[in-house]
């Protein structure tokens, strides 16, 4: 076995993985955290909760559309410098970020905060998941996955401390603590990661179960690529659909009439749905990774989507019983969050390696599109008096996206990675190309 060979299946890489979980790790309470913050804030400068919570909306946009600033600057500098010292200026503006926020005393100052925090959030997601499905091209669902559910219940081993120490010595002591502690050890870990050099981590064998592509696509290319943008499409359209019910949850309970409703050791149904859903939102990701590994991305997409679109329609017409509601609201977190891992790895597969940061960044701004989607549920909702159309409107998004894995996006991708493979052998064309068959 080739040394390269080998070292793909090392455990180097592994160290590698552990490192970028790490990191989305201490960067997960920016999002997940914030809500702890609130409460206090409005408390000792008297700002509306809608002003306060104006800081995270700009964080959640710069998080999700700076993403592809970061993946280029790491693609620009390179496998052994571009991942150091993107993460490493990441975690010095997450550090910088809360010490603003220990200190503000303006709403923008609390704006300015948001928009540091946004920005190196941003580099340190667009590293780590270029990361993962660069060491990963026989595994990409699965440590995309991991990679991941680090950023979705990373939030989980600092929620506890981060409440205690706000009750004990104030919430500007605790964003100054957490933010210099957190941005320190992003600061050291950075200097732990790299991307494989060319020729390290080499493909799997070919398979019509997980096609790949070993022409790599420039950004430019890609955006030209009909594949792309069926991709984006398809992420926008479950992202939104997801984002339109659980955005929703505590109003939807509340209106089903069970919000307060005991279910299990006293605690209210909401309650146990926001658990249930949550442990489900970061267990799909590494689960449907790993599961698209084995069978390939689209017979997953339609396993997913499949099941999600059946969840929606079921939490409409079964709700109102506090165990089904929990069940349903259950499925739609498992079969939403894993977007996060399958259309990266779908990307990556489709326009290779060489500029998977900057590609899955780019594509992980339909994040952001999706969010823009979400006022419609409550427009849905006040004409029609119930919340079963949206859940109906909800339903159709998935059920659609799993008609377009089958009969639009497989075949198209085949399509594409047989052309870039004949132009890869063709006189002349290499990877720099930027004009390849199959790509207006």
């Known amino acids: 076995m080739p040394a390269e060979a080998r070292l793909t299946r090392g455990t180097h890489r592994w160290w590698q993985l552990v490192f970028g979980v790490v990191c989305m790790m201490l960067i997960a309470n920016l999002q997940y955290g914030w809500t702890l913050f609130v409460q206090p804030i409005r408390q000792a400068h008297g700002w509306s909760v809608a002003e306060i919570q104006l800081a995270f909306s700009i964080f959640i946009a710069l998080e999700t559309w700076l993403t592809p600033a970061g993946g280029a600057l790491v693609d620009a500098l390179g496998p052994r410098r571009g991942p150091k010292l993107t993460v490493a200026l990441g975690g010095l503006l997450v550090g910088i970020a809360w010490v603003i926020n220990a200190y503000a005393d303006s709403l923008a100052m ?4 948001a928009v540091v ?3 190196g959030a941003g580099f340190i997601y667009a590293t780590c998941v270029g990361n993962a499905v660069k060491w990963f ?3 990409r669902g699965l440590a995309v996955g991991l990679t991941a559910a680090g950023f979705g219940a990373g939030a989980a081993v600092t929620v506890i401390p981060i409440k ?3 009750a004990a010595s104030g919430y500007q002591h605790t964003f100054l603590v957490f933010g210099i502690a957190q941005g320190a050890i992003l600061v050291a870990v950075a200097w732990l990661l790299r991307t494989p050099d060319p020729g390290e981590a080499l493909p799997p064998s070919p398979s019509r179960k997980l096609p790949q592509s070993l022409y790599s696509f420039t950004p430019r290319q890609m955006l030209r690529s009909p594949v792309f943008w069926l991709l984006y499409v398809m992420f926008v359209m479950v992202s939104s659909s997801g984002l339109m019910a659980t955005a929703q949850l505590a109003l939807i309970a509340s209106d089903f009439g069970i919000s307060d409703t005991a279910l299990f050791l006293g605690a209210s149904t909401l309650a146990v749905a926001l658990v249930v859903d949550n442990v489900m939102n970061g267990a799909a990701r590494p689960f449907f990774g790993w599961v698209s590994d084995q069978i390939g991305r689209e017979p997953t997409m339609v396993i997913a989507f499949t099941i999600g679109g059946a969840s929606y329609l079921l939490l409409g017409s079964l709700g109102a019983n506090p165990w089904l509601f929990v069940l349903f609201a259950g499925l739609i977190f498992f079969t939403w969050g894993e977007i996060f891992s399958l259309f990266p790895s779908t990307c990556t597969d489709a326009f290779g390696p060489k500029y998977a ?3 899955t960044s780019l594509l992980y701004t339909a994040k952001g599109a ?3 989607l979400v006022p419609f549920a409550n427009i849905i909702k006040t004409a ?6 949206v859940f109906a409107v909800a339903a159709a998004m998935n059920f659609i996206v799993v008609i377009l894995a089958l009969v639009v996006l497989r075949p198209l991708r085949f399509r594409q990675a047989r052309a870039a493979s004949e132009a890869m052998v063709e006189p002349g064309l290499n990877g720099q190309s930027e004009a390849i068959p199959g790509v207006r």
């Open 117 to 119: 925090s946004g920005v």
């Open 137 to 139: 091209p026989d595994r």
């Open 370 to 372: 999706s969010a823009l």
């Open 357 to 359: 940061t900057v590609n």
């Open 110 to 113: 609390l704006y300015l905060g």
């Open 384 to 389: 029609t008096g119930s919340w079963y159309a």
């Open 164 to 166: 205690a120490m706000i």
